[in-house]
């Protein structure tokens, strides 16, 4: 008797339920977030104070460390350990940062979860509709099940923010290497445009 047929078709039913499992972690953890982002943002007074308020929230749910070296790119290779530490602390900074300044006191967010899917093992992408002052967005967040479920990118209107940024940073990289793109980084931090 040959197994085969029934071994495979047991193993993907197998899988079929892990990774069902999985999506349902992930965007459990996705709502957990996104719960805890909005009852913050409503509570803040103003932007300064949303932005350390948001922090801690942040580095609970989302992987700075996974983040930056995304957004750095190849020459992450390059960095030293302490440069790479000084990277991620800068990059966690600068978007805490430039997302608490894009929020307005008063104004509150409604988001609409939709279907996650799983386009590789171990990684769920949950597609979610924003409406906020007015504007609807379509935002896709990117989880990873690293270090339990984390979100590593965020899709806004189909521009990729890791993207976005690895577009900047490439090009100080191949203009002055690690230091470059650490001088960019205290540059963006310390002199928010």
């Known amino acids: 008797m040959n ?3 029934f071994l495979l078709l047991v193993s993907m039913i197998l899988f ?12 459990s953890r996705l709502h957990s977030a996104v719960d805890e982002v909005v009852k913050t943002a409503d509570r803040a007074s103003n932007v300064g104070a949303l932005a350390e308020s948001l922090r801690p929230i942040l580095q ?11 957004a750095i790119g190849p020459g992450w290779r390059q960095f030293s350990k302490e440069q790479q530490d000084q990277a991620v602390q800068l990059f966690t900074t600068l978007i805490i940062r ?13 988001i609409t979860f939709k279907a996650a899917s799983t ?9 979610t509709t924003l409406l906020y002052e007015g504007i609807q967005r ?3 967040y990117r989880l990873e099940a690293a270090e ?16 976005n940024y690895r577009a900047q940073f490439g090009a100080s990289f191949q203009k002055g290497g690690a230091t470059a793109v650490i001088n960019s ?8 445009k």
């Open 98 to 110: 430039t997302y608490s300044s894009k929020y307005t006191p008063g104004e509150h967010a409604v």
């Open 185 to 192: 980084l205290n540059q963006a931090v310390t002199h928010p």
């Open 119 to 127: 386009p590789a093992p171990g990684r769920v992408e949950v597609p």
């Open 3 to 5: 197994l085969r047929p």
């Open 138 to 140: 379509a935002v896709t």
């Open 16 to 27: 079929h339920g892990t990774a069902a499992a999985s999506t349902a972690e992930a965007e």
């Open 60 to 70: 609970k749910y989302l992987s700075f460390d996974a983040m930056t070296r995304r």
């Open 148 to 163: 339990g479920w984390r979100i590593t990118d965020v899709v806004a209107e189909g521009v990729s923010l890791v993207a």
